[in-house]
Each structure stands twice: as C-alpha cells, then as structure tokens.
C-alpha cells in the first residue's frame, strides 16, 4: 500500500491535467492585469450567466468561492478560518463563506499570498437565490468593499422541472436588468452579436464537457474523480475559446484512452460513485479506494457544471442557465436528486457510493439518507456515509475515513467475488 496517497493532492493520470496549473494561474493573473489597466471586475458566483455577458463585454470576472477550493490546495485555510472565528463566525457555518469572510478581513494584499490572491473588485453580484451561506458570503463581501457598485440580483428558485414561462421571462428582465447595470456603471454597451459568439462558445464547452464524462461510462474508465480539478475551466472560462480549445484537447485524450481501453489502474474491480463536494484540501482521498481496485467513475457535483445553452436565444438561453444555477441546492427537489443518483449509477454501472455527509453543506448533504434507502431497495446497490467537511480538515478524520472506506471496499470486492 502507498501511504502516500492518504493525503493531499491527487495522482492524475491525464497528461492534459498537466496543463490546469498553467491556466489557473494565468486566471489570477489575468485579474491582477485588470486592476493595472483599469478593467472593470466583478466578484460574482459562478454558473448564473454572468460569465458570458462579462466576457462579451470584456469586463473581468472574480469567484470568490472557487477561490476557496484554492486556498485549500495552498493551505490557507487555517489563517482565514482564525481570522473569521475571531470576528465571530461560527466554525459550523459553511466553508466558503468562512475562508471567504476570512481571506478579505486577514491576509487579502498581505505580500507572499499565492496568485497574489485576488484583485479588489469593482462591482459585486449579490445572489438573490442557492443557499442561505452564498447569499450572506457576498454580503459580506459588499460591506468590505463600500466603494465597489453592488448588484442585488432577484430570482424565483423553483426545481427545474417546474421551470414555467412566467419563470422565464422574469430572468430575461433580470438578465437585461444585469446588462444596463453594467452599462451605467463601466460605461461599456452590450454588443449582441458578440454576446451570441460567447454563449455559442459557452455551450460548446458544455457539450465537450459532457462529452468527456460521458467516457467514464467505459470498463475500464478512461477518467477518475482525481482528475475533478478540470472543472476550474468550467467555473472560471465558460464563454471563452481558451476553454473549448483545451476541453478538446481533454476530450481527444479520454477519447483514446477509452478507444485504447486504457483505465486508471491495472485492474479496475469496483466502480464507485461520491455524493456532495470532494474534500478540496485533500483530494488524493480519490486514489485511497484504488489499493482495493477501486475507481470514482461518476460525482454528483462535477456533473452540475454543464447546462446546454439554446444558442438561438442568447439571453433567453442565460435566463434559463441562471433559473438552473443551483441544480443540487435550491433548483431541484427532493424526489429529482434522488433520481439523479440513481440514475448517474446505473449509466456508470457503479457497484458502491460513498455519501460524503458534509458538515459545512448542509443543503447538498440533506436527503442523503434517502437516497441511501433508495439505492439499496431500487438498485441493490450499497452506500458508505463518510463524515467530513469539503473545506475543513478539522472536521475529517483520516483513521475514521479508513475504517470505514476499507471495511465498505472489503464488502463489495466479496460481493463481487474478487477479493
Ligand atoms: S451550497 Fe453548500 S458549499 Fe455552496 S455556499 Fe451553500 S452551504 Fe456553502
């Protein structure tokens, strides 16, 4: 057994992951060039159809929670946590929100931050909708940065399946609403054909991506969970070129290695499925499963990142993107996240799921006991709840996680006749 694969980064295997250094920092880069010429820049959060219009005008965008699961490769955490619970948030609160409130009211501009950290923005998006945690993070944000022009964004949350005409026509005011804001304050025009090119793009990066995951239905998958880093590209460059040009790139590679039959290990036994967000500061968790033959093929949250866009209808296209912008969170019930699951283990032909019950996200790790029911009575399909946290290390631990990870992964490899 290689112990060293018990903790932090991940071993990948795909050589294009070798890439994804070069584009995240170029990102973060990109923001500290922005403040230097004078380009606006909004913090925002992701996957509402920001991305695109921000992009069509050449404005610069800002995520500050995809920021946290950076903090947590460079070990930040810790010092914005400290400096949170010192203004009085609680340690149970979300993690995005605490290393967010953290990072802005401690080390934001202090020298030596990695990436230099993020640029200070010019205009905030406060969302109207997700969850409780999301909206007050970007609060907070706005009471730290006065000078910055804030947009209060409105928005009905309704599950998708429930998403009617009037819901439509809302968000496109909503959408044009966004639109003039950005006009009055960078003094910037939309220009709509440039919008259409981006949400063409946008949608090509969608489809690549479901493309590539679409692979990991081979046996032996060509892609596992620990290759979850490639979805910064679907955060942070939605609408651009850079992100369609190096999804290809991804998608050439799976393609070969799953024509080539190709697998992550020599010999892929189990097929496992993880419910909620990885654990961002400890990522390599993905290969543990891979001394007992195990592979993560499928996840529910890097399949949420891709919402097919009706290029025809550039803005009616964002509105719906924007009505879909929490699909695990408050755009979806009950009943259709269950469904989702169930549904992701019988296309991946998945003989296990590990729920990650996630201490600092509550609204993604509710149902879960449902949907374990469920798994087992429609499916006969076994499910492990780990206890963690997807950004605190304090609440994980590593001897607790191998007891249980091992004793499941025993269990499926009798099941299966191949221990
Ligand atoms: S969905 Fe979960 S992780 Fe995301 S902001 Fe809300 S509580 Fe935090």
């Given amino acids: 057994m290689d112990k060293t694969q018990n903790t932090g980064k991940s071993t990948k295997r795909l050589a294009t992951a070798r890439e994804l250094q070069k584009i995240v920092a170029e990102f973060y880069l990109e923001g500290h060039e922005a403040r230097k010429t004078g380009k606006p820049i909004g913090w925002m959060p992701p996957m509402n159809g920001l991305i ?230 400890n990522l390599g968790l993905f290969n543990y499963f891979e001394r007992y033959g195990g592979v993560v093929v499928a996840e529910t949250y890097s399949a949420a990142w891709s919402i097919r866009l009706d290029t025809s209808n550039p803005l009616e296209a964002l509105a719906m993107k924007s009505l879909q912008s929490y699909p695990m969170v408050s755009c979806v019930s009950m009943k259709r996240r269950k469904e989702m699951v169930l549904k992701a283990c019988r296309d991946y032909h998945i003989d296990g799921v590990i729920l990650h019950s996630n201490k600092s996200c509550l609204p993604i790790t509710l149902g879960q006991m449902d949907i374990k029911r469920a798994l087992e009575k429609e499916l006969g399909v076994p499910s492990v709840v780990i206890e963690a946290d997807h950004m605190d290390p304090a609440n994980f631990s590593m001897s607790q996680f191998e007891d249980r990870a091992g004793a499941f992964m025993e269990m499926l490899l009798q099941r299966k006749g191949r221990s």
């Fill in 52 to 281: 695109e219009i921000f992009y069509a005008m050449d404005l610069q965008p800002v995520f500050p929670e995809n920021w946290s699961p950076v903090c947590a490769a460079f070990g930040l955490i810790h010092k914005n946590y400290m400096t949170a619970e010192s203004m009085g948030f609680s340690p149970d609160l979300c993690g995005y929100l605490r290393n967010c409130v953290g990072y802005i009211n401690g080390i934001m501009g202090e020298e030596g931050v990695p990436l230099n950290g993020l640029p200070e923005p010019d205009m905030i998006f406060v969302p109207g909708a997700g969850c409780i945690p999301a909206m007050k993070n970007f609060q907070y944000i706005a009471k730290r940065f006065p000078e910055a022009k804030v947009f209060n964004a409105d928005l009905p949350q309704v599950p998708i399946e429930n998403i009617q005409r009037y819901h439509i026509d809302y968000a496109i005011d909503e959408i044009k609403r966004i639109i003039d804001f950005l006009t009055e304050v960078t003094g910037k025009k939309m220009d709509y054909d440039r919008l259409a090119a981006v949400v063409r793009l946008s949608d090509q990066s969608c489809a690549l991506w479901d493309e590539i995951t679409s692979y990991r239905r081979c046996i032996p998958t060509p892609i596992s969970a620990a290759e979850v880093g490639l979805m910064f590209v679907m955060v942070t460059r939605q609408g651009t070129q850079l992100a369609v040009d190096y999804l290809t790139r991804v998608r050439d590679e799976v393609k070969q290695r799953a024509e080539n039959k190709t697998g992550i290990i020599a010999e892929e036994k189990v097929r496992l499925f993880w419910d909620n967000i990885p654990l961002w500061y």
